[in-house]
């Protein structure tokens, strides 16, 4: 009974309600707990050799999550290009191919998702923008993260110049992920 009252707490901790103890959730909910927490705790589903990369960063065990399939830990970034210039141009698919040839591509070689959507912002003035927009799914090894995170705002730079775009969203995963190819 106690280890299901830590389990309801720590789920509750996180904001999650006390149905979602299964395995994954919990697993989650203690890393995100952790995170949340500023702890480096490599005791997470026996994880007793994980490393950490930096004060808040745990690397996951690849071997033991995903036995067999040649795993490593994986940081993963998505990038929200807007598509919409201020005198309502839109960037061309030419336009974005170029950009990904020259400006993306040479510096994550190994591997990109594009995605494209719709959506929406507010942009400096208030006003709510709808755009078609571009997401970039970018993963790469967990011991990179320094180098890369400079290499994405290289690529943050060159698309807001070019394109005369406000900002390029950036959203990065705190935790890594066990990635095999």
Do not use: H
């Amino acid at each position: 009974m106690r280890t299901l009252n830590s389990i309801s707490s720590l789920l509750s901790a996180v904001g999650l309600p006390a149905r979602y103890a299964g395995k994954g959730v919990l697993l989650v909910a203690v890393l995100t707990a952790g995170v949340a927490a500023g702890a480096v705790a490599p005791a997470v589903m026996g994880q007793d050799d994980a490393t950490p990369v930096a004060s808040d960063v745990l690397v996951p065990d690849c071997g033991a999550i995903a036995p067999g399939v040649g795993a490593e830990p994986f940081t993963r970034t998505e990038l929200f290009f807007g598509t919409t210039r201020p005198d309502d141009s839109t960037v061309t698919d030419e336009e974005w191919n170029a950009f990904l040839d020259e400006e993306i591509t040479p510096r994550f070689p190994a591997g990109l998702t594009v995605l494209m959507g719709d959506g929406q912002f507010e942009n400096a003035s208030g006003e709510i923008i709808e755009e078609e927009s571009i997401v970039l799914i970018l993963l790469y090894p967990v011991d990179d993260t320094g180098k890369s995170s400079d290499l994405i705002e290289e690529i943050r730079d060159a698309y807001e110049t070019a394109f005369e775009q406000e900002s390029v969203l950036r959203a990065d995963d705190g935790v890594p992920v066990c990635a095999s190819f």
